[in-house]
T-cell receptor, first 111, second 115 residues
Framework: GEDVEQSLFLSVREGDSSVINCTYTDSSSTYLYWYKQEPGAGLQLLTYIFSNMDMKQDQRLTVLLNKKDKHLSLRIADTQTGDSAIYFCAERNSNTGKLIFGQGTTLQVKP | DAGVIQSPRHEVTEMGQEVTLRCKPISGHDYLFWYRQTMMRGLELLIYFNNNVPIDDSGMPEDRFSAKMPNASFSTLKIQPSEPRDSAVYFC?????????????FGPGTRLTVL
């Protein structure tokens, strides 16, 4: 079945790098996503990666995909207090179009 | 575009009452999704529509929940009768046809409290 797992909590100091990890099970997923949810708000797409890519970089964000191990990570360089939020990993089933979300990782950035 | 619009933003009701949540997707988007978010269960997909037709409602918890999409610009999620365990944040999201786009755009959510 489909399942996406993430660690629930990560705490870093301002200026450090943050790495949020995710594992998924559906090998047919064509796209994998990272969403950000700030307190009291909806989910906002941060970045995504196509399944035939290993890495994608977008300013401070780097996404790494290990398709063999079904492992996805999001690295945030120079983490700022404004990055404090819940980060959701999601895989998209290529047949149904449904997104399967992980439980979310709460990132706490300490000044 | 104003993005996905949901109303109300907050709803407080008493057990047994009917609750109707509303969603206006982004114009031109073919898919509409209803999600529920709770601390215990995380983000769950309840139902989704394609071109106003319900495709998969396997996530709807029970018969007390129903969803409709009478036209391309409006959808409702109804709970009747509501129970305290229905308290959650309900999100609506929309996306383009998967052949032309794939990211889902989420609304701000409706926070439902059932007393």
């Amino acid at each position: 079945g489909e399942d996406v797992e993430q660690s629930l909590f990560l705490s870093v100091r301002e200026g450090d790098s943050s790495v949020i990890n995710c594992t998924y099970t559906d090998s047919s997923s064509t796209y994998l996503y990272w969403y950000k949810q700030e307190p009291g708000a909806g989910l906002q797409l941060l970045t995504y990666i196509f399944s035939n890519m290993d890495m994608k970089q977008d300013q401070r964000l780097t996404v790494l995909l290990n398709k063999k191990d079904k492992h996805l990570s999001l690295r945030i360089a120079d983490t700022q207090t404004g990055d404090s939020a819940i980060y959701f990993c999601a895989e998209r089933n290529s047949n149904t179009g449904k997104l399967i979300f992980g439980q979310g990782t709460t990132l706490q950035v300490k000044p | 575009d104003a993005g996905v619009i949901q109303s109300p933003r907050h709803e407080v009701t008493e057990m047994g009452q009917e609750v109707t949540l509303r969603c206006k997707p982004i114009s031109g988007h073919d898919y509409l999704f209803w999600y529920r978010q709770t601390m215990m269960r995380g983000l769950e997909l309840l139902i989704y529509f394609n071109n106003n037709v319900p495709i998969d409602d396997s996530g709807m918890p029970e018969d007390r929940f129903s969803a409709k999409m009478p036209n391309a610009s409006f959808s409702t999620l109804k709970i009747q009768p509501s129970e305290p365990r229905d308290s959650a944040v309900y999100f609506c999201a929309s996306s383009l046809s998967r052949d032309r786009g794939h990211e889902q755009f989420f609304g701000p959510g409706t926070r439902l409290t059932v007393l």
